[in-house]
């Protein structure tokens, strides 16, 4: 094969892998960012099953005080009842005191619902607690692994380019230049090979007078249709 045509392939090769590397690169932010919004989202959910917790401690205590202040003017309207000398009032306060009574049953009946709630919520903090821990340990080691691969990648690119311009410094100047602008503008290959006269690249039949010339080898040939440079597959 012709050496340049040699050295284009290597050339095209260490491109491919910049490009390739650099796309990998590209994606680094995104997964970082998942990453992140699942750790987020599970600290909101346990943050949320903790305010409910809290709540219903509130709800708990504030029933408590509902009970407190019944129970006071029960006691305030049994004094008043002890020292009545009205019979009608000595009942009406009767009837009052049962009303408070029956009210203070009612509330104690929703504390207990409440406090088997809050021992369930407790249950549910704990075992979220748990999945929020191991969550928190592998995205914190995925970010690690992430950041690793990130540097990795890094290093990686910096030797491919060093390598490119080693190579690229060997290539003639304007051949070097028609190579860049076909990889640019291609997106996948430069240099592509000739199987059975038909190109690699394009899929196209070329002339039997280039396919002559690509077999020869002995000058840079280009396919017709795409322009594409050609060696000799076949
Ligand atoms: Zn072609």
């Known amino acids: 094969m012709h050496s340049e045509l040699e050295q284009l392939l290597v050339l095209q090769d260490r491109q491919q892998k910049i490009r390739q590397i650099e796309n990998e ?50 006691a305030r309207l049994r004094t008043q009842q002890y020292e009545t000398r009205k019979n009608d009032e000595f009942q009406a306060i009767g009837h009052e005191i049962e009303r408070y009574e029956k009210e203070i049953t009612a509330i104690e009946d929703q504390e207990l619902e409440l406090m088997d709630q809050a021992d369930k919520l407790k249950a549910e903090v704990a075992a979220e607690e748990k999945k ?15 950041d690793e691969k990130a540097k990795t990648l890094a290093t990686r690119l910096e030797a491919l380019k060093k390598e490119r311009g080693t190579l690229a410094d060997s290539i003639d100047e304007d051949l070097l230049d028609r190579f860049d602008r076909l990889f640019a503008s291609k997106g996948d290959a430069a240099v592509v090979a000739l199987e059975h006269d038909v190109c690699t690249g394009c899929h196209m039949k070329v002339t039997t007078a280039t396919a002559m010339q690509v077999r020869v080898g002995k000058e840079i040939v280009s396919c017709e249709q795409c322009g594409r440079i050609l060696y000799n597959g076949s």
């Not at 932010?29 to 305010?51: D, G, T, V």
């Not at 929020?132 to 992430?146: F, V």
């Open 132 to 146: 929020a821990t191991t969550a928190k340990e592998s995205i914190s080691r995925q970010l690690k692994d992430l």
């Open 25 to 74: 690169i590209r994606t680094v932010p995104l997964q970082r960012k998942n990453l992140e919004s699942q750790l987020a989202a599970s600290a909101a959910a346990l943050e949320s099953l903790k305010q409910r917790a809290r709540q219903a401690e509130v709800d708990r205590k504030n029933l408590e005080l509902d009970v407190g202040t019944r129970q006071q003017s029960i």
